[in-house]
């Protein structure tokens, strides 16, 4: 697999290097850290244990870089990524097995997101080249006082080095999200991978390296968040901050400094449905979005609010779907496969044993087996359980019945979330009045709650998040605007 043809450099022994300044090292702390399969629950993979100095080096050596990249043509810049895109795919088999061994993420799903990044690379190139090829042209005569003594020219510029931090479930594609964006734009990159989901990450970096990035412009560092986590995001060489996770982002966030922070941190999505909905529709969607990835998505669906009216008839569909779920390894493409540590799977159990204690309806018996856990579905959830407002980051998924509209529009508001969320109804002027009413960043009508397609604006609002992500977002916050102004004699107004 990985540790011959391709990416045979990328490895030492058992251990897998960090990547500075066009090279793949080994760390002089002589240690690693272990990546724990989250289906054996053994060490799968090692990867470097990267010291604060190795950190300087590729900060460094990005800032170097930077100052030659963003003189690069951006047709040339573009040209690199689509050669990247197409590495990327070409290697899709190896770079999926990591994300099975690593995530537990289903062989498929591990396929389609590699593959899904390439693409996302590809139009990148695309997008970038004609927003960044556009200037504005201004004249002082235009605001009122003023005569045309003046002219403006301004354009978008890099920020220097972009620090990268994806999470665990999307390692490949929700790092590509930042590392496209910030190159086209004439940045440079620093990327710190999740511990599982690094080795993924790191042979996605190595797709750049062959298609010939300049030397240091990409930069991976691996090991413990507790070492070198805060010397990383609070490092002076890093001029701004892409960050997908969750509460850590807000710590990043108090210390980071003046510089500009893209964030998506947790959710709590909320599927709102009327009794008016295509309940069919309305079902399919809450255990796809529920259920998909064993519930460990940003944009799960993780409360349903239904009307009571309809209430026993969308639980009873729901089950006769989740019953039909499959359950057990992710290479066998099961649709519910082991969450990604121990400590998700005790945090998800506490969960449920709080749900169970204050007499939620169990729809299903609680199984568990190591990391495994069975789809859950609770009804009869109030809000004094912890399932009504904390995120569970697994396949159980909680049903509140509600007795208006506004009700639900409070629940959904009341937490401290504000991702995602969706509607099911069939009157589209309810629709866009709850739409309006939720505090979220995107609401999804009669679909569940989705990031993609990958060049739609993705925010959250409340502890959910900073900044807009997409493409054409991602960008304009990794530039910032030059201006240059002409000043001209005042004319005279003569007339002939």
Not at 355 to 376: D, H
Not at 380 to 403: C, H, S, T
Not at 429 to 443: C, H, L, P, Q, R
Request: charge should be neutral.
């Amino acid at each position: 697999m990985a540790g011959s043809g391709t990416f045979s450099e990328i490895i030492d022994g058992d251990v897998y290097k960090y990547y500075v300044d066009g090279q793949w090292n080994k760390s002089s702390s002589g240690k690693s850290v272990p990546i724990i399969n989250p289906t054996t629950r053994k060490t799968h993979y090692k990867v470097q244990a990267c010291t604060q100095e190795e950190v300087n080096n590729v900060i460094d050596s990005a800032k170097k870089a930077q100052k030659l990249w963003a003189k690069t043509p951006l047709w040339k810049r573009a040209e690199l990524l689509h050669k990247a895109a197409a590495i990327l795919k070409e290697n899709k088999a190896p770079i999926a097995e990591c994300l099975v061994k690593e995530i537990a993420k289903p062989a498929k799903d591990a396929v389609t997101e590699v593959v899904r990044s390439g693409d996302l690379v590809s139009y990148c190139a695309e997008e970038g080249v004609r927003i960044l090829g556009e200037g504005k042209f201004l004249v002082s005569d235009s605001f009122p006082g003023n005569d045309r003594t003046k002219y403006c020219l301004t354009s978008k510029i890099p920020l220097g080095v972009v620090l990268a931090i994806p999470p665990f479930n999307y390692p490949v594609n929700l790092a590509i999200s930042k590392i496209a964006p910030a190159l086209i734009a004439g940045n440079s990159i620093v990327l710190k991978p999740p511990t599982q989901g690094a080795v993924a990450a790191l042979h996605m970096v190595h797709c750049f390296h062959l298609a010939g990035f300049p030397k240091g412009l990409i930069g991976c560092v691996t090991g413990k968040g507790s070492e070198i986590g805060d010397f990383l995001t609070m490092h002076p060489g890093v001029n701004c901050i892409s960050f997908t996770g969750g509460d850590t982002g807000i710590s990043i966030s108090r210390k980071a400094g003046m510089i500009p922070l893209q964030m998506e941190l947790g959710g709590k999505d909320a599927c709102i449905v009327l009794e008016d909905a295509d309940l069919d529709l309305a079902v399919a969607n809450i255990v796809k979005g529920g259920f998909s990835y064993s519930g460990q998505r940003c944009t799960a669906v993780k409360v349903v609010l239904v009307m009571e009216q309809i209430a026993s008839s969308l639980v009873k569909k729901v089950n006769e779907k989740v019953a039909k779920l499959t359950v057990g390894a992710p290479e066998d493409n099961c649709d519910i496969t082991p969450v990604v540590t121990e400590s998700s799977a005790n945090f998800i159990e506490g969960l449920v044993k709080d749900a169970k204690e204050k007499k939620a309806t169990f729809c299903q018996e609680y199984k568990r087996e190591g990391n495994l856990i069975w789809p859950l579905l609770l009804d009869n959830v109030r809000p004094d359980m912890r399932i009504a407002w904390e995120e569970p980051f697994g396949p159980v998924l909680p049903v509140i019945r509600i007795k208006t509209v506004e009700e639900g529009i409070h629940h959904c508001n009341a937490s401290n979330f504000g991702l995602q969320g969706c509607v099911f109804t069939s009157d589209i002027n309810k629709a866009i009045m709850i739409s309006d009413a939720m505090e979220t960043g995107t609401v999804q009508i009669n679909s569940a709650p989705a990031r993609g397609p990958d060049h739609f604006p993705f925010q959250g609002l409340k502890d959910s998040g900073i900044g807009s992500q997409g493409i054409t977002n991602s960008i304009n916050i990794m530039t910032k605007v030059k201006t240059t102004v002409i000043n001209l004699p005042a004319p005279s107004y003569t007339m002939g």
